[in-house]
C-alpha cells in the first residue's frame, strides 16, 4: 500500500524522469547518427579533392613524371608543376591525417600503404623532403613512421 502512496504522490514526477531520459536516449541515438553521417559526407569531400588533384596528371601528362621510377632528374629538373602537384599530394594527406586524427573521417586501412609507395617515387621523396620541415610535427612523424612501415 505504501508504494501505491508514493506512485499516487509521484507519478508526475515519475513520468517527468521517464520523459527526461528517454529524450536524452533518443539525443545519443541522433548524434551517433550523425557522426556517422558527417564521417561519410567527410569521406566523399576528401575522396573528391583526391580526384581533382589527381585528375590534373589525366589532363596534363607530362605530370605523370612525379610516378616514375626513374625519372632522370639530372637531365630534366623537377619542374615547377611537378612540385605543386606533389605539393597539393602532401596538403590532402596532411588533411586526411588531421580528419582521422579528429575522429572525423573513417580510418583509411591502406593509408600508411599508399603513403609509403607515393613518397618512395624520386619526386616525390625530394619534395618531401623539403617540405617535411614545414609540417605539423605529428603529420611529419606519422609520415615518416608510413616511410619506413613495411
Do not use: Y
Amino acid at each position: 500500500m505504501a508504494g501505491l502512496h508514493w506512485f499516487v504522490e509521484n507519478w508526475f514526477d515519475l513520468f517527468s524522469a521517464l520523459g527526461i531520459i528517454a529524450s536524452l536516449l533518443f539525443a545519443a541515438v541522433s548524434l551517433r547518427s550523425e557522426t556517422k553521417t558527417r564521417r561519410i559526407a567527410n569521406l566523399l569531400q576528401i575522396t573528391e579533392a583526391h580526384r581533382q588533384i589527381w585528375t590534373q596528371v589525366i589532363d596534363r601528362p607530362e605530370l605523370g613524371r612525379i610516378l616514375d621510377i626513374d625519372p632522370n632528374l639530372k637531365k630534366k629538373p623537377v619542374t615547377r608543376a611537378e612540385e605543386i602537384l606533389v605539393t597539393m599530394v602532401i596538403h590532402q594527406m596532411a588533411n586526411v591525417f588531421e580528419a582521422i586524427k579528429n575522429e572525423l573521417f573513417i580510418k583509411q586501412e591502406g593509408l600508411r600503404r599508399d603513403i609509403a609507395w607515393f613518397l618512395d617515387h624520386p619526386i616525390p621523396k625530394l619534395i618531401w623532403e623539403k617540405l617535411k620541415v614545414l609540417q605539423n610535427d605529428d603529420f611529419a612523424e606519422f609520415v615518416e613512421r608510413c616511410r619506413n612501415w613495411k
